[in-house]
């Protein structure tokens, strides 16, 4: 068997195991008894309840349960969206699932932001009073000693601050000279001299794309921040004063921000491509390498379209994404 009918069969096997999935969980909601199911299943009392919740969940995500059935998704990114909108109403949830119909297509990583993106247009205000009671009840930093002399320092924060501090401490790293020391001996090394005051400039920056509109508070949209995801508007309004439009790597499922990826001419220079925005875009330095090697072919079509084709010569293709909602007919 070639490695093109071996991939072929791993997907005929993923589709069959989705449907299965599905099939399972559809009367799973009937038992209503978590110490039933784990009996029956031979699972942990927890699974069972979870399992009890992915099934009630169908009914909230019509449009998603469909695509299981049809073996296009699979349960891990099902539970991706159940999770996420569990604490929105049945009409909420269910308006999520439809701006879901594009999921087969999408990671876990790539659905996650794009369903915190929808939960911030169908309910604005949730989400912003969501996030400052997250912050007030599970802002905390811990300790646990582990094995050989080695400890687990945690904190629990707001998502920006986080990012900032993670994306500073890889940049501090960065700069350190070839002695020996692991990149995660780096990482640690700059992260203590920060945290104990071993001052250092702050070099890197939180930008966040956000619509005119959102900015005149005209409309709720969220914005975006790459690395991080969408964000409620107002946080997006907080920080847009240094905030510039970042995109991601172009390939599907890579979500590189931009800033840190190479521009890429789709049709080569020397072929004839023009130096313009029809015909660039960011790719980062792993697919851009790919690419120049000839293993994997990109194409970009004038509308924006891309198409990324495997050395087995299977095409994925993604399309733009609009900065804001379009406008109503």
Known sequence: MGKVEIARAILAAEAVKRSADHQQLRPIAELDDPRELALLSRIPPGMARLKLEQS????????????MRAGLLDLDRFEVVRKWTQNL????AQTVGAGLAGAAELNSKELRAETD?????????????????AIERSSAVSYQSMPDGMALLT????????????????????????????WGEKQVDVFVDRALGKGRPVTVRTDVTVSAKTLLGLTEEPGYIPGV??????????????????RVCQVPGC???????????????????????????PLCRMHHYLKTIGLYRFTREMDGV????????FV?????????EPEPP
């Open 56 to 67: 009630a969940a169908l009914a909230r995500l019509p449009v998603l349960g469909e695509l």
């Open 89 to 92: 109403d049945t009409t909420q």
């Open 117 to 133: 993106r929808l939960i911030c247009l169908v309910d604005p205000s949730g989400a912003e009073r969501r996030h400052v009671r």
């Open 155 to 182: 904190a629990h924060l707001d998502v920006v601050p986080a990012r900032a501090i993670f994306d500073q401490v890889d940049a501090d790293a960065e700069t350190l000279a070839e002695d020996g020391r692991t």
């Open 229 to 246: 995801g969408p964000v409620d508007a107002a946080t997006a309004r907080e920080i847009a004063a240094q905030g510039e439009w970042d």
């Open 255 to 281: 979500t590189r921000p931009a800033m840190q990826c190479e521009i890429d001419h789709a049709r080569g220079f020397a072929s004839g491509g023009g130096t313009d925005a029809c015909n660039l875009g």
């Open 306 to 313: 891309r198409h990324w084709t495997t050395p087995l010569g």
């Open 316 to 324: 994925y293709t993604t399309r733009p994404r609009p900065i804001t």
